[in-house]
């Protein structure tokens, strides 16, 4: 690929409104970045799944993002822009959902071809919960295994305690532009991350913490990991999007069990009772994920001539990019009279379990179990706080 083809394809893939699906339908039928963007808006229209990409074609922004991103990549020596093209694109991003065209890196890239296990979990985690988190990442590092997480308070930053601990290589997958530290308190533990592993990201530099971005960096999480173990998570826990992503795409999903008193257990029992392994030491999970004490790295991808568009893969369950935020393939007529009605109760807006309690005139032990079955189901998503958002249609 040549400098001008680089530059068109940064552009291209930073275009606001254009995600992975119609990047990769647009490569298909064009042949290269360069050829799209000499495209007519009329040629492009037929491509395009919200009216809102029209505005933004060939614009002074996406062009700002893509000098800013290079830009970024020339200033700093860890700094790299990865595309799909690149011949050590890691390929279990290319398996169970439609690949991101582009990936802000800092770090040793390299440390996404080792086996890997995600460790996820509550941003608001018991220390007992903190201490698990982080003996299980020390003990995976020092067996070679790379450890994935999102860095979020709690048993993200554990994990990737623990995975430092070990002297082993930890990955960040952030739900913000690359350039944002999120939360900010976690600005030293970046560092260390970005010298010892890799931090990544899909989104534009500036990119603020979006409550929408999560559930698109966690299927990127799940997709980079041979499996998830969920150590705490309530039953409104994000990591439970985590763990269903996970599923879909074939990883193992695994969880710590805990008191029945705690909260933060619900979660990780729920996934037990639906058949996720039960672990209680390093033992299981590799007796669950043998694959993880390969001695040879992962195979890489590199998609340097352009497949036919039937070949590509791009699973119905492929989420978080713009044009296509579906996290389930069931209609609404399908869910239950009362899941229904909490979706209604939603609306659009980010609402807290009290109030639908309040305003349905329903148990909380009904909105709860109901929520779950929701977010498991795709349709909602949990955010801080407690509070949940609807998040498909």
């Not at 699906?21 to 492009?44: D, M, P, V, Y």
Request: aromatic residues 6%; proline residues 5%; neutral net charge.
């Amino acid at each position: 690929m040549n400098e001008q083809e680089r530059y068109a394809w940064i552009e291209l893939a930073l275009t606001p409104y254009i995600g992975s699906k119609t990047f990769l339908r647009l490569l298909n039928h064009f042949g290269s970045a360069q050829a799209i963007l000499s495209a007519s808006i009329a040629e492009i229209k037929p491509f395009l799944h919200r009216a809102q990409a029209s505005r933004y074609w060939r614009s002074d922004e996406a062009r700002q993002a893509a000098e800013a991103a290079l830009k970024w990549e020339q200033s700093h020596a860890d700094a790299r822009l990865l595309l799909l093209t690149d011949n050590d694109y890691p390929v279990l991003l290319t398996e169970g959902l439609t690949p991101p065209p582009l990936l802000f890196i800092r770090g040793n890239s390299s440390c996404l071809h080792q086996p890997s296990l995600a460790i996820v979990g509550s941003r608001h985690a018991t220390p007992q919960a903190m201490r698990i988190a982080r003996d299980f990442a020390k003990a995976l590092a020092q067996k070679g295994i790379a450890v994935i997480s999102g860095m979020a308070a709690g048993i993200d930053t554990a994990a990737h305690q623990g995975a430092l601990l070990g002297t082993g290589n930890t990955i960040a997958v952030w739900g913000t532009g690359i350039d944002r530290v999120y939360p900010a308190c976690n600005k030293a533990l970046a560092a260390q991350i970005a010298a010892h592993g890799c931090i990544i990201s899909e989104f534009p530099l500036g990119t603020r913490s979006l409550a929408e971005n999560f559930p698109r960096r966690n299927r990127l999480i799940a997709a980079l990991s041979q499996g998830t173990l969920v150590v705490e998570a309530a039953t409104e826990s994000g990591s439970l999007i985590t763990a269903r992503l996970a599923g879909e795409m074939g990883r193992e999903v695994m969880a710590i069990p805990g008191s029945i008193d705690n909260p933060l257990s619900k979660g990780c029992h729920a996934l037990i009772k639906q058949g996720a392994r039960l672990v209680e030491n390093l033992a299981d999970i590799l007796q669950e994920c043998p694959l993880l004490l390969q001695k040879t790295h992962l195979q890489s991808y590199s998609s340097q001539s352009v497949q036919p568009e039937s070949q590509i893969s791009m699973p119905s369950s492929s989420i978080g990019n713009p044009e296509d935020l579906s996290l389930a393939s069931a209609p609404v007529s399908a869910l239950s009279p009362i899941e229904q009605q909490i979706l209604a109760g939603l609306g659009y807006s980010v609402v807290h379990p009290d109030t639908l309690i309040t305003t349905l005139g329903m148990t909380a032990t009904d909105v709860y179990a109901h929520l779950m079955a929701l977010e498991l189901g795709g349709w909602i998503t949990a955010l801080p706080g407690g509070c949940y958002q609807r998040i498909k249609s």
